[in-house]
């Protein structure tokens, strides 16, 4: 039977009906009038809601190869695809394809479309206009939207969304097994990540796909970053800072500037008093007092306190040279060793000249 958007009026309201009724009488922040009565998800026409309702139909279709069930068809179908490894949704922007639509639309934002939107705070970066505006709520605490039932405030109305439900008496579906924590490291660089999707995107940055420079012999992975570098050899600037008058050449750039001279540090050490102005570079900075060091090295054990500390450190069991001397082109491991030899060639340099002088 199909869920009816009419309520009763009489008698006393169930929760469900007061966010619904409250939601009717008044205007919202972007106009969202139609209520699921079963949800509480808000949309923006009749239409809109009448074709979101068919999700609580009763209707649905399922994968006998495995039992799951879908309310659509199509899911369905592009479940069904998984299965027999059939991948008709080809990118029109590289070699990749995939077993939906949904799929190839979510690989294409996040490989070929550039992020757009970058926080003046973190440096964060979003493609889309919406989660940029709802990431800097969480620097200036804006919380605009309002539960009806318990005045409880969010700062998006995915997340008021998500509270309704707990007013309503909706079965819960049972949530799936969360995935061990850094268990998924990428086996070209050794960088461990916490899901395995994200391990995916990543590996992804290890393709042989390149986007060289005409200008120059530098090679960039994606073509947003090489985009970024061509503008500094062309001279443009477009990047502007808005709490002065600097500009750069990319947003990363632009970040990178205002957290150093415009963010004051928020995060005090309880200890020495040391401050900082990101909460990540205060957590790894108590690990010193601590003695903490969650991350370690599955070869030799080693732990360490920051993952990009063991990071560099695996690059030391690893044989490809990750920096070479500019001098004598000595490939070395780490940073740190190729410095320190740098140092000998312009140890020698200042004694020949000194030895010049003499004579």
Partial sequence: MKPSVEISQGGNLTPQQICVESMKNRSTNNNLKFICNVCGNSFSDEQVLNAHLRCHETIEYQCKQCGKTYREKAKLQAHLNKHNGVKPYKCSKCDESFSSPHLRSAHNFRSHVPPRFCCDVCGKRYIKKYEYVVHCRTHTGEKPFECEICQKAFSSNISLIRHRKTHFDLPKKPKPEPEPHGSHAC??????????????????????????????????????????????????????????????????????????????????????????????????????????????????????????????????????????????????????????????HLKSQNFTKSSKKRS
């Fill in 187 to 344: 086996h070209i660089c050794g960088m461990v990540f916490k899901y395995e999707s994200a391990l995916r995107t990543h590996l992804k940055r290890h393709n042989n796909m390149e986007y060289p420079c005409d200008q120059c012999d530098k090679v960039y992975k994606d073509q947003p970053t090489l985009q970024e570098h061509l503008n500094i050899h062309n001279g443009l600037y477009p990047y502007k800072c808005s709490n002065c008058d600097e500009s750069f050449a990319s947003s990363h750039l632009r970040s990178k500037h205002n957290m150093q001279r415009h963010v004051a540090p928020r995060f005090t050490c309880d200890v020495c008093n040391k401050r900082y102005k990101d909460k990540r570079g205060l957590t790894i900075h108590l690990r010193s007092h601590t003695g903490e060091k969650p991350f370690m090295c599955e070869i030799c054990s080693k732990t360490f306190k920051s993952n990009e500390i063991l990071i560099q450190h695996k690059r030391i069991h690893s044989d490809v040279p990750h920096r070479t001397c500019p001098v004598c082109n000595k490939g070395f491991s780490q940073l740190y060793n190729m410095k320190k030899h740098l140092n000998t």
